[in-house]
């Protein structure tokens, strides 16, 4: 083989090299050289390599920011304030009193007696002589007064009343429990002034239905 042909081998050699790099490790000298880049590219000479190298537009990638969010939990303690029973045992004399005098007890925070302008009903009794809140603002117990007898947890002149809901109730103090499941207890109507009086279950009302006195916070 002649020299002229061993330089056509080399030339042809050299053009293949020459493609291989220019195509597949994207080599360039100029912006024209990556043509092959779909979206276009640049010929970028990096600081780290010798060469020169296409730097396609699709695969540039932006700088990403990120954004943290900070979540703030706030806890609110809801503080429940416990029932507390009505309680007036420093007036057990005044009840006696009244009681022994026979004279209605009024008080203003209870409405008028039907018919009248005497505010005298049996919660008046209990409202003066403890001076407690309206009757809207009382709750019964969680026993009644029989349960606090069998118990023997409930004091003489303890504020005891009724519950019921469609129901005239009768508010007074518990005087004792009695031998046949019955109470002995004080209290005032609109008719009659404060008086002892005995209850059973066949009493209207009933002794099963009072219950000590609880105030609403």
């Avoid at 954004?67 to 503080?79: A, F, K, P």
């Avoid at 005098?101 to 007696?113: F, I, N, P, S, W």
């Avoid at 009659?192 to 009933?206: F, G, H, Y």
Wanted: charged residues 20%; glycine residues 6%.
């Amino acid at each position: 083989m002649g020299r002229l042909g061993i330089l056509l081998i080399i030339l042809a050699i050299s053009n293949q090299v020459q493609c291989w790099l220019f195509d597949d490790l994207h080599l360039c000298s100029r912006d024209e050289d990556c043509g092959y880049c779909s979206s276009g590219g640049r010929c970028i000479h990096h600081h780290h390599e010798l060469a020169k190298r296409c730097e396609c537009t699709e695969n540039h990638t932006p700088p990403t920011t990120r954004t943290s969010t900070v979540t703030t939990t706030t806890t609110t303690t809801t503080t429940t304030q416990p029932l507390l029973p009505l309680d007036c045992s420093n007036q057990k004399i005044s009840v006696i009193e009244s009681i022994a005098e026979h004279l209605h007890v009024e008080d203003k925070r209870v409405g008028a007696c039907p018919g009248t302008n005497k505010h005298q009903t049996s919660e008046a009794l209990v409202i003066n002589k403890c001076n407690a809140t309206a009757r809207s603002f009382w709750t019964r117990g969680p026993k009644t007064v029989k349960e606090l007898c069998s118990e023997g947890t409930i004091t003489a002149y303890t504020p005891i009343s009724t519950f019921y809901s469609n129901e005239i109730n009768t508010a007074g103090f518990f005087i004792k429990c009695l031998e046949d499941k019955g109470l002995e207890i004080a209290f005032q109507t609109c008719q009659e002034a404060p008086m002892i009086t005995l209850l059973n279950d066949t009493t209207s009302p009933r002794a099963s239905d009072f219950y000590q006195i609880y105030i609403l916070p």
